[in-house]
């Protein structure tokens, strides 16, 4: 079955550090992987997507399917960037399939 | 444009009860899903509609159903409510043929 995992719910750092939050899927085919991100009283938003080789807000995740996993990294974390992060997985490339989401992780960047 | 909305926003019912929530997409999308959020969870796949039929559907039973209208705007209903339905539930939109879906600001159900 597919499967997102992400193995840590909180994640603490202090602003400046460098972040990674984990994530790992389980998929025998050619996944399409999401990062999206939810401030605190905002709604779920996508920041970024494996395809499309971006970087957003300073934040970059590279697909490695010998190891199955996608992690978000950025540099140096700000205090803005304290939000809950969630890994998504779509089966159906190149259509809006369904979504599936690993449990979440929670950052927090303290000043 | 206000992107996706749902309503109503909270909404408190009894074990075995019906409900039914309601989400208009954002100008342009034609595609509607519907995900069920538990608390500390990730939001899970209940189903998506396009061009008014279930296309894709999770692992949720029968007492879950939706239906989408000629404007994109669609229902998600549940029947016999149970304890284990509390939940959050988001609709989010999308244009047929593109990656990014787009969130509403989900409706928090209670059963009680």
């Known amino acids: 079955a597919q499967r997102v995992t992400q193995p840590e719910k909180l994640l603490s750092v202090f602003k400046g550090a460098p972040v990674e939050l984990k994530c790992n899927y389980s998929y025998s085919g050619s996944p399409e992987l999401f990062w999206y991100v939810q401030y605190s009283r905002q709604r779920l938003q996508l920041l970024l997507r494996h395809i499309s080789r971006e970087s957003i807000k300073g934040f970059t995740a590279d697909l490695n399917k010998g190891e199955t996993s996608f992690h978000l990294k950025k540099p140096f974390a700000q205090e803005e960037d304290s939000a809950m992060y969630y890994c998504?997985?779509?089966?159906?490339?190149?259509?809006?399939?369904?979504?599936?989401f690993g449990q979440g992780t929670t950052l927090q960047v303290k000043p | 444009d206000a992107g996706v909305t749902q309503s109503p926003t909270h909404l408190i019912k009894t074990r075995g009860q019906q409900v039914t929530l309601r989400c208009s997409p954002k100008?342009?999308?034609?595609?509607v899903s519907w995900y069920q959020q538990a608390l500390g969870q990730g939001p899970q796949f209940i189903f998506q509609?396009?061009?008014?039929?279930?296309?894709q559907r999770g692992n949720f039973p029968d007492r879950f159903s939706g239906h989408q209208f000629p404007n994109y705007s669609s229902e998600l209903n549940v029947n016999a409510l149970l304890l284990g339905d509390s939940a959050l539930y988001l609709c989010?939109?999308?244009?047929?043929?593109?990656?990014?879906?787009?969130f509403g600001p989900g409706t928090r159900l209670t059963v009680t």
């Open positions: 998504a997985l779509t089966l159906f490339p190149g259509n809006t399939g369904k979504l599936i």
């Open positions: 509609y396009y061009e008014e039929e279930e296309r």
């Open positions: 989010a939109s999308s244009s047929a043929g593109l990656y990014e879906q787009y």
């Open positions: 100008s342009g999308h034609d595609t």
